[in-house]
């Protein structure tokens, strides 16, 4: 089967980012690296990704002295060395079969660029329905103007340089920006197949807060363009003291 660059994009997540390797360790499709890249994280991060060196003999750790998560992720993928690509957060959980999955949709439908739907299984019912919401608004925009989660996106080499990769420029929506050009230039849709995603910017935000958040980003991107300059105020790494 394809072999697989994974990128993860890390900033002070030594509770978290574990769980995502242990993930990793237990892929059924084995033929993948993993590139972690760091954005000089004030934790142990970077010491917790290179414990599982045994584990994951394809591992790179990467620390980057300037910030940034589009920067991190075309950091990340200057430095792969297979083709194809999965781009994911440092929050994200898989399942074992989820690379088995993923390559064998992206290579029946030979996608170049892929979203990757959020999971809900293990959440209550309240946050499955607002999932749900989102995934559904994310399927329906696919075919016009599409948005996608960037802690779980596929990709390609070819595809990741003819869009000169994530837009450093954006501040906010970034993964949306990248696979509205992708589905321009190279081959998109979504995958049938599912991730799961922290929520802890719902719990501490609050679920329509950040529903509405990025309802009205998205808006204001399809009218307006893409927001370069600030232009609504969105923080990034305030949650609390991870569990």
């Known amino acids: 089967m394809e072999s697989v660059s994974v ?4 900033l002070n997540e030594e509770k978290r980012i574990g769980r995502l390797l242990d993930d990793l360790c237990q892929q059924t499709h084995r033929d993948f690296e993993v590139i972690l890249v760091d954005s000089n994280s004030d934790d142990a991060t970077r ?3 290179r414990s599982y060196a045994e584990s994951l003999p394809s591992l790179t750790v990467h620390r980057m002295e300037t910030r ?3 920067l991190g992720r075309n950091t990340g993928a200057s430095l792969a060395n297979n083709e194809r690509l999965l781009f994911l957060d440092a929050d994200v959980r898989l399942s074992a079969d989820f690379l088995t ?12 660029v892929a979203g990757v739907y959020m999971g809900a299984s293990n959440l209550p019912m309240v946050q499955k329905l607002c999932y749900a919401a989102f995934n559904g608004g994310m399927f329906a925009t696919q075919f016009f103007f599409p948005t996608a989660v960037g802690a779980c996106i596929f990709s390609t080499r070819a595809a990741h340089e003819k869009l ?5 420029r954006i501040t906010l929506c970034e993964d949306c920006d990248y696979v509205r050009r992708a589905s321009k230039n190279a081959r998109f849709r979504f ?12 719990d501490q935000d609050g679920m ?11 808006v204001r991107r399809f009218f307006f363009g893409e927001m370069r300059n600030n232009e609504m105020e969105y923080k990034f790494g305030h949650y609390h003291e991870q569990k």
């Open 7 to 10: 990128v993860i994009i890390t």
């Open 47 to 49: 010491e917790v990704a």
């Open 68 to 70: 940034g998560v589009s």
């Open 101 to 112: 999955k993923a390559v064998n949709q992206l290579n029946d439908k030979d996608l170049d």
């Open 164 to 168: 000169n990769g994530f837009n450093e």
């Open 191 to 202: 995958i049938n197949i599912t991730f799961d995603f922290d929520p802890r910017r719902l």
């Open 208 to 218: 329509m807060a950040t529903g509405m958040t990025y309802v009205k980003a998205n």
